[in-house]
């Protein structure tokens, strides 16, 4: 060991001691409800595994139901005491409130894009039939239910432009309603499909009807916890019963498959997309729909690597793929000689990750990821560099969809400090042009954003972007919120939020590193922190965490962690494998209980980045790190709020409730563990304006009491027209 780590090393050592000193069991406990243990064990390869809490799984037992009341007004009793809280709404309000537009597309000779004047539940949809000029509300969300809970889930126009299919999702559910407005009258036809989920809707290019997926009806009691196996494609014919739709394909033989059905632009084939749970492996089938009763044909199904269809010119069709190129490339396949020696490859794999590519315009439009921000680069159909799109600076970059003939396209620009912009791209020229800017009530040269590059525990390189007040001390006094997720192939990139502004104008500092298991750095990278490898992934965010205390931007009893679903996990295992490092933990709507999440909704879908408790050496790794399981009585905690929702039915409330109750049993300290349990709201998706201010609200009026932070005056400022 080196004179400089050890160094490092020892000052982490002390500032952890100090930290647990702080940690005093004779200190006064919160009064936690009570939680009654039962006597379940289960047997895993030979292993005798308690689950003391199985009785929360029934969310519609009356235990559970009084068990979720009382730990409600635990929490909400100890939020209301926090003088900061409503100061902090305060501010997000005001910040909040600003407009808030789409990226705009083009179908039917028409344009369609969202919109929100900044406190609306839910954005609008707008149409128009020349670009900014006298735009029409198409559907309004909010006009839907009272309380801004039913959200637009989905949207696909008719190639004539006379009809919008749309999904509604109510109170965050993953399952979804659909129905087919009329354009012109802007009234809703007869047809209402139930039952789908994770499935868009893609228009014949007669506009007669549309292909969809879904499940078959569940029980409607258990609804929200029922596993779902056996997608099915189907086509709806316009005016007619969901009873009447025909069935274009299933697998009898493969439960876990799923299908996403698109309609080439010229109408000719009908793309078949085969999952296999959230694996990023898929397989590619089309449909000659030219043809009356033509077959299915297997294109691609070897299930060897990522295969996104682009587009078509003719019988060629356009892909993005991962086979023997990591990080991207673009190729092309003949379906009349399909075979491998006779594809070509378009773009090869560069250095940087490919994204996300489009045809518009004649041209290849490739979106990159370089360490974890956009670059956008513009191609000939023959794989020709035409140019590189200019982009005001690091961030992110979204949009750029459209079709093969048009002559323009849009995409939105994000940073930490600049709200979603929506620009114009002329396809010919190159130009970009401001089409839409929102006015926020902030100075953004008042903030400081950096990206730094540290070393994971077995030497792997990982950048983090850091966000700051300008001239901050680094003397280890600042309230650092240190947020990851790391899984599943997603990449965490620059992006604007009120939420996260109030925290830095509070005078915290926002850390965001990119883990392994996320698709910063292509497959190789997501492979790294998957199945026996997860444990990278807590390592990297440890050592973030360490990184911003060795650097004195913060100390431990200054320093929380967060985030969501597999952030969530991420937070929990962090938490029960390293309770020194930070003074609070905010782990949201997570994966919690490892051995048993592949028993509810879409949970054995995550079997591709976690693995499976019914495997045996897959269930020794996650025994090992499962946050349920590695709760241990007698340890001193930090405080913890965890967030979860009635209608959560992706990561089940179950996690968090099992979780919550064992670490309220287990905790030693005096440091509070509470639960936040959101009513009428799911995973996050679709949640209202509202509510989501409220939960912001509470969660960094946790922060400022755990943290010990003074609120600052300009958080109570008003807003310049009032």
């Known amino acids: ?87 902090i709404k305060e501010r997000l309000t005001q910040l909040w409130n600003y407009e808030k537009f789409g990226t705009p597309f083009k179908e039917g000779g028409r344009y369609f894009y969202s919109r929100n004047d900044g406190l609306q539940n839910q954005s609008v949809l707008y149409t128009e039939d020349k670009l900014g000029v006298n ?44 129905k087919v407005r009329d354009i012109d009258t802007g009234k809703d036809l007869s047809d209402d499909l139930q039952w789908v989920k994770f499935s868009g809707a893609s228009w014949l290019h007669d506009s007669s009807g ?43 033989d493969q439960k876990e498959w799923g299908f996403a059905g698109s309609v080439t632009d010229d109408g000719h084939y009908l793309i078949i997309s085969v999952s296999q749970g959230t694996d990023s492996k898929n397989r590619l089938y089309y449909k000659d729909l030219t043809k009356k009763d033509a077959p299915v044909v297997k294109l691609l199904d070897d299930f ?38 006779q594809w070509r490859v378009i773009v090869p794999e560069k250095t940087e990750t490919l994204e996300n590519a489009s045809i518009v315009g004649q041209h ?28 005001p600076g690091i961030g992110s970059v979204g949009g750029l969809g459209g079709h093969r003939d048009d002559t323009e396209t849009f995409y939105s620009f994000t940073s930490f400090t600049t709200p979603t912009t929506i620009y114009r791209y002329d396809i010919a020229s190159g130009d970009s042009t401001i089409y839409r800017q929102p006015k926020v009530n902030f100075d953004p040269k008042g903030f400081n954003i950096e990206q730094v590059f540290y070393t994971s525990k077995d030497g792997t390189k990982v950048p983090m972007f850091i966000v700051s007040k300008k001239g901050i001390k680094l003397d280890g006094t600042n309230p ?138 897959e269930f020794k790794a996650l025994y090992a790190y499962s946050p349920l ?17 009635d209608h959560d039915d992706r990561v089940v409330p179950a996690h968090s409730f099992k979780f919550t109750a064992t670490a309220q049993t287990d905790q030693a300290g005096a440091a509070p563990i509470l639960i936040r349990i959101d009513t009428k709201a799911g995973h996050g998706s679709g949640k209202p304006t509202t509510k989501q201010i409220e939960e912001v609200a509470d969660k960094w009026g946790f922060l400022t009491n755990i943290l010990q932070m003074d609120v600052p005056f300009n958080v109570q400022k008003k807003p310049d027209h009032e």
């Open 135 to 178: 735009p029409r509300v198409l559907l309004d969300p909010n006009t839907l239910t009272t309380d801004g809970t039913v959200a637009l889930a989905g949207l696909a126009v008719s190639p004539n432009g006379k009809y919008l299919a749309y999904g509604t999702a109510a109170s965050g559910s993953d399952w979804n309603e659909w």
């Open 1 to 87: 060991m080196s004179i400089r780590k050890a160094l490092t090393l020892a000052i982490l050592l002390v500032q952890g001691s100090a930290f647990a000193q702080q940690c005093d069991p004779a200190a006064t406990k919160p009064v936690y409800p009570l939680s009654k243990k039962g006597t379940q064990v289960d047997d895993y390869h030979g292993t005798a595994v308690a689950d003391p809490y199985r009785w929360l799984e029934d969310a519609n037992s009356d235990d559970t139901k009084a068990w979720v009341t009382a730990q409600n007004q635990l929490t909400q009793s100890f939020l209301a005491k926090i003088p900061a809280r409503a100061v």
């Open 364 to 391: 290849l439009i490739l979106n990159y990821l370089k360490d974890a921000y956009s670059q956008v680069q513009v191609y000939s159909l023959d794989g020709k560099l035409v140019r590189e799109l200019k982009l």
């Open 480 to 617: 650092t919120y240190l947020y990851g997720y790391g899984g599943f192939d997603i990449s965490l990139t620059p992006s604007f939020s009120p939420a996260n502004l109030v925290w830095l104008e509070m005078g915290g500092v926002y850390a965001v590193p990119n883990l392994r298991g996320g698709g910063e750095y292509g497959q190789a990278w997501h492979l790294a922190g998957t199945k026996l490898h997860k444990q990278n992934v807590f390592d990297d965010f440890i050592a973030a965490a360490e990184y911003l205390i060795q650097h004195k931007y913060t100390s431990p009893q200054k320093l929380a962690i967060g985030g969501g679903s597999n952030g969530g996990l991420l937070v929990g295992a962090t938490l029960t494998q390293r309770p020194d490092l930070f003074a609070a933990a905010l782990p949201s709507v997570g994966v919690m209980d490892m051995l048993r999440f592949q028993k509810f909704t879409i949970g054995w879908a995550w079997a591709s980045d976690y693995g499976s408790s019914d495997n045996a050496e």
């Open 629 to 645: 399981h590695n709760l241990k009585a007698g340890t001193c905690y930090p405080a913890v709020l965890v967030s979860t929702a």
């Open 210 to 252: 549309f292909f969809y997926s879904r499940y078959d009806k569940p029980t409607d009691k258990t609804k929200l916890a029922d596993v779902n196996y056996y997608h099915k494609l189907y086509f709806h014919k316009l005016g007619t019963k969901q009873s009447e739709d025909v069935l274009i394909y299933e697998r009898k």
């Open 304 to 341: 060897d690597a990522t295969y996104s269809f682009i587009d078509n010119v003719g019988s060629v069709f356009y892909i993005n793929s991962n086979l023997s190129a990591p990080k991207g490339k673009i190729i092309a396949i003949d379906v009349n000689t399909p075979t491998k020696d």
